[in-house]
């Protein structure tokens, strides 16, 4: 195995700790002083490793025996509203196990990967409420789905499960995509087209998606919303998170200076995630 590690102040703790939630590899640990931490992250290979650095900068060195304990036990299930389980167990026999104790629930299988999105973090457990709600809102109609920064694709692989028509995933993080590919063949949805692509240089289709989802960091939110604005089509819904409680006001100004707005704010923790629309359908269904 290898060590990928790199120095960062500790302000950026909380967006480490979201890029890599659900990696049982990763360790961040405090310096002396308090002012900055040490993020480590025990790689299978050094091709994983290497990706790592080009993506994050960093340094990479073999790992030594005495280092690495494995973790204690696997992530726990999570269960979303009455209708969604999400669990880190791949094998066919235990997941039918667990599919039949609880034969009401959606099974959805995330192993944690390096890639963001195992259901556990405060802004995925939060955008798949809401994808609940609006998927129960839109029942017997036929809705579509962008997953903007999908990571494992889960909130892509739920959408389908809940009802979803055409469903198009993308994330920046080439490793990213290739776990969403991965999930949405183990969760029998493999018709999500997944892609790599930059949301800022995204291009979305004239007739937009019913339903946008964007689980981004709040710098990325910002310069994404006039993207966001024209990927979402008239009457649709919006799911945004991602965001740091000390940025929302400025995550929401730049939303509505763009046409958008949001009628139910949720913060958790540290995190905030938001349900909204365009402005006008918005205030058109307050008239």
Same mark, same amino acid.
Request: with cysteine.
């Given at each position: 195995?290898?060590?990928?590690?790199?120095?960062?102040?500790?302000?950026?703790?909380?967006?480490?700790?979201?890029?890599?939630?659900?990696?049982? $590899?990763?360790?961040?640990?405090?310096?002396?002083?308090?002012?900055?931490?040490?993020?480590?992250?025990?790689?299978?290979?050094?091709?994983?490793?290497?990706?790592?650095?080009?993506?994050?900068?960093?340094?990479?060195?073999?790992?030594?025996?005495?280092?690495?304990?494995?973790?204690? /036990?696997?992530?726990?299930?999570?269960?979303?509203?009455?209708?969604?389980?999400?669990?880190?167990?791949?094998?066919?026999?235990?997941?039918?196990?667990?599919?039949?104790?609880?034969?009401?629930?959606?099974?959805?299988?995330?192993?944690?990967?390096?890639?963001?999105?195992?259901?556990?973090?405060?802004?995925?457990?939060?955008?798949?409420?809401?994808?609940?709600?609006?998927?129960?809102?839109?029942?017997?109609?036929?809705?579509?789905? /962008?997953?903007?920064?999908?990571?494992?694709?889960?909130?892509?692989?739920?959408?389908?499960?809940?009802?979803?028509?055409?469903?198009?995933?993308?994330?920046?993080?080439?490793?990213?995509?290739?776990?969403?590919?991965?999930?949405?063949?183990?969760?029998?949805?493999?018709?999500?087209?997944?892609?790599?692509?930059?949301?800022?240089?995204?291009?979305?289709?004239?007739?937009?998606?019913?339903?946008?989802?964007? $689980?981004?960091?709040?710098?990325?939110?910002?310069?994404?919303?006039?993207?966001?604005?024209?990927?979402?089509?008239?009457?649709?819904?919006?799911?945004?998170?991602?965001?740091?409680?000390?940025? /929302?006001?400025?995550?929401?100004?730049? /939303?509505?200076? $763009?046409?958008?707005?949001?009628?139910?704010?949720?913060?958790?923790?540290?995190?905030?995630?938001?349900?909204?629309?365009?402005?006008?359908?918005?205030?058109?269904?307050?008239?």
């Amino acid at each position: 195995m290898f060590v990928w590690s790199k120095l960062s102040a500790v302000k950026w703790m909380d967006a480490w700790e979201e890029r890599f939630c659900g990696n049982p $590899n990763l360790v961040i640990e405090y310096l002396k002083g308090g002012k900055s931490i040490r993020i480590r992250l025990f790689c299978n290979t050094g091709k994983e490793a290497k990706a790592v650095v080009e993506q994050f900068g960093g340094s990479v060195r073999p790992m030594t025996g005495a280092e690495w304990n494995p973790p204690v /036990a696997p992530p726990r299930p999570v269960k979303v509203r009455d209708i969604l389980l999400l669990t880190a167990e791949t094998r066919p026999q235990e997941i039918a196990a667990i599919q039949q104790n609880h034969p009401r629930r959606q099974i959805i299988s995330i192993p944690p990967e390096m890639a963001f999105g195992t259901g556990d973090h405060a802004t995925t457990s939060t955008c798949l409420r809401l994808l609940v709600d609006i998927a129960r809102e839109r029942k017997g109609s036929a809705w579509s789905v /962008a997953d903007l920064g999908t990571g494992t694709g889960v909130l892509a692989i739920a959408a389908r499960k809940l009802g979803a028509g055409e469903t198009f995933a993308c994330d920046f993080d080439p490793f990213a995509v290739a776990a969403a590919g991965r999930n949405a063949i183990r969760n029998h949805t493999p018709e999500i087209l997944t892609k790599k692509q930059d949301v800022l240089h995204w291009r979305p289709r004239n007739k937009g998606y019913t339903l946008v989802m964007a $689980n981004l960091f709040s710098s990325i939110l910002i310069e994404a919303w006039p993207v966001i604005a024209k990927a979402l089509a008239p009457g649709g819904d919006l799911i945004v998170s991602g965001i740091l409680a000390s940025q /929302a006001w400025e995550v929401v100004t730049a /939303a509505a200076s $763009n046409g958008l707005g949001f009628t139910r704010v949720i913060t958790k923790g540290k995190w905030v995630s938001a349900r909204g629309g365009h402005l006008a359908d918005l205030i058109a269904a307050q008239a």
